[in-house]
């Protein structure tokens, strides 16, 4: 599609149930780019990928949190567990590529999750 | 890792005047800035960006100028319109993964 897709729009779950997110690039883009923005605006990297491999997954909570992208699929996040400090809005974006042109990053509607 | 600092936080204009939002960012190898509004509910909008062989770039309204000397980039909007009114981030690019301001609350008072 010309827009990056994410499901579902609100997610509400109880401490320490599972909660898994859905992002569809945007056609053509081999990038994806997963960001959290907590209450205060801030942003914060997560995990990216090239395709379906993992690209950069620094910014990752390696306990709880993995990422996928197969293909044929949309890519997913996971947060197994959730605690409410996992209480934000999931961002997905995609990009064409990394060089210089190619590498601007389109955001889609974001995912609110809520942990009660 | 990449540091972005935003000011200001809040900005209240009256319609019709200009806004200016300024950022400064750390890692003199950054070469790419690009600017999201985001409204209540939505996800960011890029609006416009700069690279670092270009100074300034300009969009109808809008426009963005960088000093790489400096390490600072700013956004100018002018004859602002109430549908200006939203959370404006700047961003830097670095390790193929975007660094954010802490956003920029605009009002526009009509």
């Known amino acids: 599609g010309e827009e990056v897709a994410q499901t579902p729009k609100h997610l509400v779950r109880g401490e320490g149930q599972k909660a898994k997110l859905y992002c569809a690039p945007i056609?053509?883009?081999?990038?994806v780019f997963w960001y959290q923005q907590v209450l205060k605006n801030e942003f914060k990297f997560l995990i990216s990928?090239?395709?379906?491999?993992?690209?950069?997954e620094t910014g990752m909570p390696k306990e709880r949190f993995s990422a996928k992208c197969l293909p044929n699929s949309p890519c997913s996040l996971e947060i197994q567990a959730t605690k409410l400090e996992d209480s934000a809005v999931y961002f997905c974006?995609?990009?064409?590529?990394?060089?210089?042109?190619?590498?601007?990053?389109?955001f889609g509607p974001g995912t609110r999750l809520t942990v009660l | 890792g990449e540091n972005v600092e935003q000011h200001p936080s809040t900005l209240s204009v009256q319609e019709g005047d200009s806004a200016v939002i300024k950022c400064t960012y750390s890692d003199s190898a950054s070469n790419y800035f690009p600017w999201y509004k985001q409204e209540l509910g939505k996800g960011p909008q890029l609006i416009i960006d700069?690279?670092?062989?270009?100074g300034e770039k300009k969009d109808q309204r809008i426009a963005v100028t960088l000093n790489k000397t400096a390490k600072h980039f700013s956004l100018h909007i002018t004859e602002t319109q109430p549908e200006d009114s939203a959370v404006y981030f700047c961003a830097v690019l670095n390790d193929y993964k975007l660094s954010f301001g802490a956003g920029t609350t605009v009002t526009v008072r009509a």
């Open positions: 056609k053509g883009h081999s990038y």
């Open positions: 700069i690279r670092s062989n270009v």
């Open positions: 974006a995609s990009s064409q590529g990394t060089s210089v042109s190619t590498d601007t990053q389109y």
């Open positions: 990928f090239q395709n379906e491999n993992v690209f950069d």
